[in-house]
């Protein structure tokens, strides 16, 4: 590799909006913002909100029914 091209590549410190802090290593130094994380993202938390949107829940609920599960 040559010297001298590559970026340093050192601790750099995430911190979420819902308060959960992590260091890892980058390229970029400091502090990284975050606005959600996998502590508070509903996919890895397994608390999916469903944002209901002028009724287009209850309008697809009306057309196709209720899935079984709920």
């Excluded at 590799?1 to 911190?15: A, L």
């Amino acid at each position: 590799m040559k010297d001298k091209i590559h970026p340093s590549y050192g601790p750099v410190r995430f911190e979420c909006a819902c308060g959960n802090v992590f260091e890892t290593n980058s390229t970029r130094p400091g502090t990284i913002k975050l606005d959600i994380c996998s502590a508070c993202h509903p996919f890895f938390t397994g608390k999916q909100k469903l944002i209901d949107t002028a009724g287009r829940v209850e309008r697809f609920y009306r057309k196709y029914g209720k899935p079984s599960g709920s």
